[in-house]
């Protein structure tokens, strides 16, 4: 049977007025199907990384990222060392909240540091200081490091961020994007994401990964409007897990 796996759910402190649990978030994802889910902190200033690792502690399935800010240099790089040791598989890095430039050199060492420690990068995409073109500089440099482009540049850069994943292998687009439904449909339950049927079209199906941003969608949600395109057993195959699998090695 193929891996079904989300990249992209978080431990959110809000869950219609609750906090996300982890038995919250692992019904969520077997309403979909999916086994396996990368899991991240909420989002904030000072993302609670510890609570995170010790959240998933015993659930093989559920693959912590931790989130960090470039600003902390050095000793974050030594967080980052001892999450790793305490269980993480991957780091997000999220310009929007921690405001730094994707392409800064504050980032390469976390990058550097991810390539070393064997461990995934996942990157915030949007406007400005996060926009899709910057991720060329990263993945240039660091051709190794497997790099998961959250938002797929949406909504202003999602064809600087197919033009960045054409030149850089290392790339792959995550499809959280939902949020932007209103571009095809008004209502999220009938939308067909177009712009993400020529994503798996220019770059192939095996550059596309699933995520949810669960909690502000649920994973069947997401699921849904990818199953709308039509793309084919083989290329939903890849998408829902196998390409996930294969970056985190599950």
């Given amino acids: 049977m193929p891996v079904t796996a989300d990249f992209e759910a978080y431990l959110s402190e809000d869950w219609y007025g609750h906090p996300m649990t982890v038995s919250a978030l692992l019904e969520c ?23 995170l690792l010790s959240a998933l502690e015993g659930h093989s399935n559920l693959l912590p990222c931790v989130m960090m800010n470039p600003h902390l240099g050095e000793d974050g790089i030594a967080l980052l060392e001892g999450y790793v040791t305490r269980g993480a598989r991957g780091v997000k890095l999220m ?6 430039e994707v392409d800064d050199p504050i980032v390469h060492p976390y990058v550097e540091a991810a390539g070393r420690l064997g461990i995934v990068v996942s990157i915030h995409s949007d406007k400005g200081n996060c926009s899709a073109d910057r991720f060329a500089a990263i993945a240039g440099k660091y051709p190794e490091v497997p790099i998961i482009m959250d938002h797929m540049g949406f909504p202003d850069h999602f ?6 994943c054409r030149e850089h292998e290392n790339i792959s687009m995550g499809t959280t994007i939902l949020r932007f439904y209103k571009r095809w449909a008004n209502n999220p339950e009938e939308t067909v994401p177009v712009e993400l049927g020529r994503a798996v079209d220019q770059l192939g199906p095996e550059r596309v990964v699933f995520g ?4 502000e969608y649920r994973p069947i949600q ?4 990818i199953q709308r395109l039509a793309l084919g057993k083989e290329a939903e195959d890849l998408i829902f897990g196998e390409n996930l699998a294969r970056i985190y090695g599950i």
């Fill in 212 to 215: 949810s941003n669960l909690p």
């Fill in 222 to 225: 997401v699921k849904r409007a």
């Fill in 95 to 100: 310009g929007a909240i921690h405001e730094f």
């Fill in 29 to 51: 994802e077997a309403e979909a199907g999916f086994e396996y889910a990368v899991v991240m902190p909420q989002t904030k200033l000072d993302p609670d990384n510890d609570g």
């Fill in 159 to 164: 064809e600087e961020g197919l033009a960045v």
